[in-house]
């Protein structure tokens, strides 16, 4: 199994709602990222977890709060988001951090829109 | 992140090769050189990376510079399903930071 997994598919929710996305990943990976694309631009950065603990956060507003509850799955809990959060957001895992963890395998994201 | 620098768009011809550039002239020793690339409403998909020396794999070759200062991505035959956004990035200790990409159009 060399897939990322990510739910739901498409979310929509409004500026007071509390959702979650989900990725799950069976691959023995212990390195864990969030990345956020708007329409027509690269991926950013947002999180990354590795064996389990936060290790980059990007500076991203405290309204994204992550969350790695065991090895092969990781949240992104949203609450108060603004519709300029409208975006694909991306799961990816790799095998371990930094450079010689070699590739990352990247789900097909959720796309999220904020009324 | 080291930043990298790729021409915004390409065209090619079906069937052809296709050289795709990318400088990294800020490299460090122990940085990685990854491509990647994305179809539209798809995420980034794994495509090759290498260190030092040249890499070929099932879906392309990774030229990498002597001094590593630049690579280039070649893609043997392109097809149509070629036809998306390339990255290359630089796999250093935090993860990986996408730059702009090159948008590889094919013509049938």
């Known amino acids: 199994d060399t897939e990322v997994t990510q739910t739901p598919k498409h979310l929509v929710m409004g500026m007071t709602n509390k959702k979650s996305l989900k990725c799950e990943q069976h691959m023995g990976h212990r390195a864990m990222y969030w990345y956020k694309q708007k329409a027509k631009k690269p991926p950013e950065l947002m999180f990354v977890y590795s064996y389990e603990k936060l290790s980059i956060n990007e500076s991203v507003p405290s309204r994204f709060s992550p969350e790695c509850p065991n090895s092969s799955l990781l949240n992104l809990h949203l609450h108060a988001l603004q519709p300029e959060d409208s975006a694909l957001y991306l799961c990816?895992?790799?095998?371990?951090?930094?450079?010689?963890?070699?590739?990352?395998?990247f789900g097909e994201g959720s796309r999220l829109t904020v009324l | 992140d080291a930043k990298t620098t790729q021409p915004n768009s390409m065209e090619s011809n079906e069937e052809e090769p296709v050289h795709l550039p990318c400088n990294h002239s800020?490299?460090?020793?122990?940085?990685?050189i990854h491509w990647y690339r994305q179809l539209p409403s798809q995420g980034p998909e794994y495509v090759i990376h290498?260190?030092?020396s040249n890499v070929n794999n099932r879906m392309a070759s990774l030229a990498i510079a002597e001094d590593r200062k630049s690579s280039t991505l070649i893609l043997h035959r392109a097809t149509l399903r070629d036809a998306a956004v390339y990255y290359c990035i630089l796999r250093s200790a935090d993860g990986l930071t996408f730059g702009k990409g090159t948008h590889l159009i094919i013509q049938p």
């Open positions: 990816a895992s790799s095998q371990i951090p930094g450079p010689f963890g070699g590739e990352l395998f």
């Open positions: 290498g260190l030092t």
């Open positions: 800020t490299i460090s020793g122990t940085d990685y």
